[in-house]
């Protein structure tokens, strides 16, 4: 199983769940607060987790989807932001709205019915399989 692929699908989404809400300023991305803190090994180089998290933001910006003036060793992205490409993916609404949201007032269904919305409560819920399918939808719009 690929499970390096799932673990690129939610910390593609958690960070960008953290710059959409920072947008439009830029920020310092930590990449210990997304995947937890890991104890560097004993010749002071980050684990494969942690270099993979950190190649996820990479390949996002050369992708077009974030930009950001450096990296600070394998520990952040520093001034990192959205492009257009990705707060756009993340501000529209999913289709088709959750059941909840069908009948709701319009402001209600776009405040509530974007992905960047839908992200976040697949993360509350714990529900790791509705956060790969969302950024499946995030990729293919």
Request: with cysteine.
């Amino acid at each position: 199983m690929d499970l390096h692929i799932d673990d690129f699908y939610k910390d593609a989404a958690q960070g960008l769940l953290t710059l959409y809400q920072a947008f439009p300023a830029k920020t310092t991305l930590y990449i210990d607060d997304l995947i937890g803190y890991i104890a560097p090994d004993e010749f002071g180089l980050p684990s494969d987790r942690q270099q993979r998290c950190l190649s996820t933001f990479i390949w996002l910006a050369e992708e077009g989807y974030l930009r950001y003036q450096s990296t600070i060793r394998f520990e952040a992205l520093d001034q990192i932001e959205l492009c257009e490409k990705a707060f756009l993916r993340l501000s529209n609404m999913i289709t088709p709205l959750p059941t909840t949201l069908a009948e709701a007032p319009p402001s209600v269904r776009r405040a509530q019915g974007n992905l960047a919305n839908q992200l976040r409560e697949a993360f509350q819920a714990q529900d790791s399989e509705r956060v790969i399918e969302l950024m499946q939808v995030f990729f293919q719009r």
